[in-house]
């Protein structure tokens, strides 16, 4: 019975054997492949983990901070959804979050700034331009106009010229006096003729040379010995007569004025000059002249005097120009158009016009940086043209400024000490409204404004207080769209001039409260340079 069960146990170890050897040997090699496995994939996961980790790092740097409402900024959450009012919550990014403007700046993308119709200019070195434009009026030389006055009392008893405009010519009798005290003259050199005395003589006639008694009215008194009752004055030079004062009978005395003789080979024209072109002119600087009365035809001169002061009426300077008349074409009184052409000054910075922004203050300009940011700053203006104004402090050369819609950005930097960015809304293929806006959704004391451009449909009068329904176009600043809305007023805002389809720029201030107002207006169908209403 013993060697039975050692029989089947051999037998039963031998099977156990033959089966369990080959399992074993498949579970070593099996263990070593796995072993072999698990080191390339530990390998493998950890270059996959360093690839994540950089995938990661960029992804956040490109997710949003948090999503906020387009028409309220401080409405904000952790995840996409809907704003109470229904609209999709637009992402706010990291580096609109940590942009940190300069005070004064704004910036805007490049699809507002051509919907604004933002024009810039470079300041740059020119010239102030020597051609100063003004009117005149062509005078007499009056170093040449001579005034008739007698030199005794009488009466005019022949008049031999009859209206002014007149010409004369030197030696053309003009009138016929009778004088007590020309007679008595008259008799004392017939009395020294009597008495032979060459001293009284001398003495008599040097008197009726003072009286300008004619010296061929002196020749025939010594010829004829016989006293003319009537003595004739002749023009002293050629030229035209003005201010004829007398006529044939008159009783004049030596302080009136019978008469004035211009002479036209040389006339004088006086033009007027602004106060801020004064310094411009000098002595001697070319002028050409043009006439209504002459198209086509121009006058040469110079500067021949300046006035030592302004007229205190119009705050002008006059400044006196000769011109040669030898054809005699110009007349006195005749209006002119004139140019002084004055020295090229040094250059200087140099600015347009048009880009200057005027207050009762200051003067400023909106500043055009890097990358589509503005900045509203202070100038100190100098003398102009009549395109261009010099910059004396606050712009060097080679900056730019804005020349068009600096209005709109010179606005938003006075209501508040930063600028808003403002971001053009992008929509998606889906149509959801998305974009980026900057974190402007800070509380604020004051409210937060923006200029946009609508259409009136409707103007109310409520009590004291005026109502605007406008039809505004988007405001991408706060991500609004074009929509219809009702606006209060503010009392400081001139609506008279206003009406129903109306287009205007409207400035809308936002309040912490979620209530908005019209704050400020700008006309731009009607001839208006300057905003209605209160900055």
Excluded at 45 to 60: F, K
Excluded at 376 to 381: F, G, K, Y
Excluded at 473 to 481: H, I, L, R, T
Aim: proline fraction near 5%.
């Amino acid at each position: 019975m013993k060697i039975l069960m050692v029989l089947f146990a051999l037998i039963l170890g031998a099977v156990v054997g033959v089966v369990s050897a080959p399992y074993l040997d498949a579970h070593f090699n099996l263990s070593s492949m796995n072993g072999m496995s698990d080191h390339s994939d530990m390998t493998s996961d950890s270059e996959s983990g360093d690839s994540d980790s950089d995938s990661h790092s960029v992804s956040d740097k490109n997710e949003p901070l948090y999503w906020v409402a387009p028409m309220d900024p401080n409405y904000q959450r952790d995840k996409p959804g809907k704003s109470p009012m229904g609209m999709d919550l637009i992402p706010v990014y990291a580096n609109d979050a940590s942009s940190d403007d300069s005070p004064g700046s704004v910036s805007i993308s490049p699809e507002v700034v051509n919907n604004l119709g933002v024009r810039t200019a470079q300041a740059e070195l020119r010239q102030l331009s020597t051609k100063i434009q003004t009117v005149g009026y062509v005078q007499y030389n009056q170093d040449t106009l001579v005034h008739i006055h007698p030199r005794v009392e009488g009466w005019v008893e022949e008049l031999h010229v009859t209206a002014e405009g007149d010409p004369v010519k030197k030696g053309q009798p003009l009138y016929a006096i009778y004088s007590q005290a020309l007679i008595n003259a008259q008799e004392e050199v017939l009395l020294a003729l009597n008495q032979k005395s060459e001293r009284l003589k001398n003495a008599s006639l040097r008197k009726l040379r003072l009286l300008h008694v004619p010296e061929q009215s002196i020749k025939r008194l010594l010829r004829t010995r016989t006293i003319q009752e009537r003595i004739t004055f002749y023009a002293p030079q050629s030229g035209v007569l003005d201010n004829l004062e007398i006529r044939e009978g008159y009783y004049v005395k030596p302080e009136n004025t019978l008469m004035s003789i211009g002479a036209l080979d040389e006339v004088w024209l006086e033009a007027e000059v602004f106060e801020q072109q004064a310094g411009l002119v000098t002595l001697n600087a070319p002028v050409t002249m043009t006439l209504d009365y002459f198209p086509g035809r121009s006058w040469q001169g110079q500067v021949d005097y300046i006035y030592p002061s302004l007229d205190a009426m119009t705050r002008t300077l006059k400044v006196r120009i000769r011109f040669p008349n030898n054809d005699f074409v110009l007349k006195p009184n005749m209006f002119a158009s004139v140019e002084i052409h004055a020295e090229a000054d040094e250059s200087h910075v140099m600015i347009p016009h048009e880009a200057v922004i005027r207050t009762a203050d200051q003067n400023r300009v909106v500043l055009a940086l890097d990358e589509g940011s503005f900045k509203s700053i202070a100038v100190t203006l100098g003398q102009g043209d009549q395109h261009y104004v010099r910059v004396l402090d606050g712009l060097n050369a080679g900056e730019r400024i804005v020349t068009s819609a600096q209005f709109l950005l010179d606005s938003e930097s006075s209501k508040t000490s930063d600028f808003m960015r403002m971001e053009a809304r992008e929509a998606n293929q889906g149509g959801n409204q998305s974009g980026q806006m900057s974190s402007v959704g800070k509380e604020a004391s004051e409210g937060e404004s923006a200029w946009v451009e609508a259409t009136i449909q409707s103007i109310e009068q409520m009590g004291d207080s005026v109502m605007i329904g406008a039809d505004h176009q988007p405001v991408d600043a706060w991500g609004w769209p074009q929509m219809y809305m009702d606006f209060p007023v503010v009392d400081s805002v001139d609506t008279r001039a206003l009406h129903e389809g109306m287009t205007l720029h409207i400035e809308i201030t936002k309040y912490p409260d979620h209530s908005y107002e019209i704050s400020n207006i700008h006309v731009m169908d009607m001839n208006k340079g300057a905003d209605q209403g209160g900055n």
